[in-house]
């Protein structure tokens, strides 16, 4: 087995090729869910799946499946990720996952590997929310989290639903269709680390372990108005005076707590934003995410502690949501980092900041992901960048644990 | 003299009416620039004055001149204000300085006071630039400080130009009745203090000795985006996190200064302002305002002291504008503090904040303001409200300060 590895030539070719479709000609692509680039991109999809030998079905989400059959009548085996983006996201988020499922199904098939499960290989419909909101639509819809009758109502911009969108597409399919624990044995999601860790680190290979819990939570400071010539300083009630001293109690604070935790104030409206006129009222933004629930706990008695006066201004605080900490499946983890160890890969244990299909997959059956470096560890956006070798060692990664799973 | 007073049933009705001018219905109006709101208001104001005796002429920019006849061939003695409000502006700010100047040179009328020189009550137009930008255009016209042609070009949110709302109003007059320093002597402007000082000091008259000087600055911050979820803390370049930094550095340096200074950083922009992103580009106003030159120059001192980084982030910044003091006329300002004196009138010395048409008009002609309380410092909005007795107090202030100009 030392021997197999996936094709660099080929593993180039699919990454040029899936970049012309949403190409906006600065080097990054827009490929909205259901778009005309998307159906372009799973057109490529269904024609190179079709070629190799593959059955090709779809969900009434319009989630595509394309099964290599195994040799034994058993559950599938299942990898892959979305084909959508951002506005003017980049060529790997998403379609990498997908490519290098292909790519590891395409060595399975031209190398004439046996296999004894059925190998499918899987495109999520709308994991961006870009389009229609929210995220990770499909499998949220899949695994009970989110209304499919509400998802299908969703819009676009231009007032085209989901539904609507779904039924144009030809990707419509039966439910009876979905991925589901009797009939598939594991899920393999691979995806650029959208962070600066593993470049930072040297690492080839990010062994995922789960996706961190966060809370998300909004901060508001109501002080009152006033002509900026007019009103002695000391009468002031300024509420983004108030707002940045919040800021600066929040970091002083978190930066106490773990320093795996991360935060982020990433949002701030001021209210009237006028630069005559002293600020009433001001939001801002606290995502704040960690694996561990303690450390989520902690960050939220720092919140809860903070002064309910600023400057003069009435402090409050809500928690717009919140997600507990997702651990993947132990085995496949394992599994991932001895095959990154056999190849010779650097590699580390590490969590997702970001939330995946295959998070809300995690439910229903085996999970885990792959992690390859995302340079600058730039994300959503042109720029995106992950080297072709990185690329390759994570098909290979993915390729001899989907063959190890088969072995189970 | 000391027992001539203005009329308060009579002031009470001029600001009933004027308030029908453009009613909102929610206790205030919106009385653009030349709009039909603003010309019922000019409309009124011809019919009053012209009942009254007086001439009526407009220049070139559409300001307006009642002028009473005196007894001798003298300079006139001009006071007034606007009567255009910004969008659900107030019954007070701009209007209470015509309505005074109409109580003024009424009660002269109907009390036959015998006066030397011709006595004129005035309307600027587009004082608030609400409609038309820039604040103050008609001032900085006839003073120099704006080119016409580019004034006459200045066009509303619907593209109708300054110049196109100017022909079509009817109150387009000659340039040769500008106001100017060989014809005029002295020109008044009453105006509520927009600001909380007198009310706080339960004063009834702010005796005004300029204008104070200010500079409007802009700071940048500029930093890295990057994933909520994935950037490590500590490789973060936060430009929130720097602004509000900055924030309390100016707080903290600026408090130093003489406590007559005022000082807003009034809107803030941040980008790409998303909860998921650190925000890699935010950028805010400190606007400063003091009557001593020295205190502004301290003030950029702080500016220029300001750290170049800041949370890793680059910081920069720019002057916007700015403005010198204007001292007004000391023998004008003397004679209002007498006045109120001589009718028992509580009163304190003041610089406005604020700009006004008055400033502009300093450049040519003796010049000075009397400012009345805002109650709860409210102003350019539908809540602004000047007690009508207080109103009585200022027109009694400058009708004695017109009748004592007149001796001269």
């Known amino acids: 087995m030392k021997n197999i590895n996936c094709d660099k030539d080929r593993m180039k070719d699919k990454i040029v090729t899936f970049s012309k479709f949403g190409d906006t000609g600065r080097g990054g692509i827009t490929r909205l869910a259901l778009s005309e680039a998307d159906l372009k991109a799973r057109s ?64 399975i098939v031209t190398e004439n590997i046996p296999h004894r499960h059925p190998i499918t290989v899987m495109i999520w419909t709308n994991e961006e ?72 680190k040297k690492m080839d290979i990010g062994v995922v372990e789960g996706v961190v819990g966060m809370v998300n939570y909004e901060f508001e400071f109501i002080g009152q108005a006033g002509h900026a010539g007019t009103v002695p300083q000391k009468m002031r009630k300024d509420a983004l005076l108030a707002a940045s001293e919040a800021i600066q109690y929040l970091h002083r604070e978190l930066d106490k707590l773990d320093d795996k935790l991360v935060y982020t104030t990433g949002r701030i409206n001021c ?52 997600r507990k900490t997702i651990s993947f499946n132990k085995e496949l983890v394992d599994l991932v ?47 995106e960048k992950t080297p072709v070798d990185n690329c390759l060692k994570g098909a290979n990664v993915l390729l001899r644990t989907i063959l190890d799973i088969d072995k189970k």
């Not at 209304?147 to 439910?175: H, I, N, Q, R, W």
């Not at 390859?372 to 959503?380: A, D, F, L, Q, Y």
């Open 129 to 200: 929310g870009a389009r229609f909101d929210p995220a990770m639509m499909s499998s949220g819809v899949i695994t009970g989290k989110f209304d499919k009758e509400k998802m299908l109502a969703s819009k676009d911009v231009e007032g085209v639903t989901f539904g609507e969108a779904l039924d144009a597409s030809g990707y419509k399919g039966d439910e009876s269709n979905r991925i589901n624990p009797k009939d598939y044995m594991a899920l393999l999601e691979l995806h650029i680390e959208q962070g600066p860790v593993l470049e930072s």
């Open 44 to 107: 490529e999809f269904t024609k190179r799946m079709k070629a190799l030998g593959a059955e090709i079905i779809t969900d009434d989400m319009g989630n595509m499946y394309a099964t290599f059959k195994g040799a034994e009548d058993l559950p599938h085996i299942a990898m892959g990720s979305h084909c959508d983006s951002v506005v003017q996201g980049g060529n790997y988020d998403g379609i990498l996952g997908v490519m290098t499922a292909m790519e590891a199904a395409e060595t």
């Open 337 to 383: 980092e001895k095959n990154a160890n056999e190849y010779g890969y650097s590699n580390m244990r590490m969590y997702s900041g970001p939330g995946h299909d295959a998070q809300f997959a995690a439910d229903m059956l085996p999970v885990t992901m792959i992690f390859v470096p995302s340079i600058g560890g730039n994300s959503h956006c042109e720029i």
């Open 271 to 322: 209210s009237p934003n006028v630069h005559t006129i002293i600020p009433d009222d001001v939001k801002f933004t606290l995502d704040a995410r960690h694996q561990d629930p303690k450390v989520i706990q902690q960050v939220v008695e720092i919140i809860r502690n903070i002064p309910s006066e600023l400057a003069k201004c009435k402090v409050s605080y809500r928690e717009l949501w919140s």
